[in-house]
């Protein structure tokens, strides 16, 4: 099981995981966050994709959350 979490230090709020998988990632008070309880899927491709690309590099994938 790999965690998906989003570092609100690294996050500017571009919506772009939101986009491209709306059923993992919304946007709350200007930052990207992980829907509840989709926390661990971090192992689904359209996630890692996302994660790649995160114009800041937000999105952490791991077995522990951020
Ligand atoms: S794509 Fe990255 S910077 Fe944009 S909202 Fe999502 S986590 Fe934040």
């Known amino acids: ?3 998906v979490s989003v570092d609100p230090e690294l996050c ?4 772009e995981c939101m986009y ?3 059923s993992v990632f919304t946007v709350a008070d200007g930052f990207g966050s992980v829907i509840a309880g989709r926390e661990d899927s971090g ?3 359209e996630v890692r ?3 790649e ?3 800041s590099q937000a999105i952490v ?3 522990q959350p951020a």
């Open 49 to 51: 994709e996302a994660a």
């Open 20 to 22: 491209r998988v709306p």
């Open 43 to 45: 192992s689904e491709p």
């Open 12 to 15: 500017y709020g571009s919506g």
């Open 1 to 3: 099981m790999t965690k």
């Open 53 to 55: 690309l995160c114009p």
């Open 61 to 63: 994938l791991g077995s």
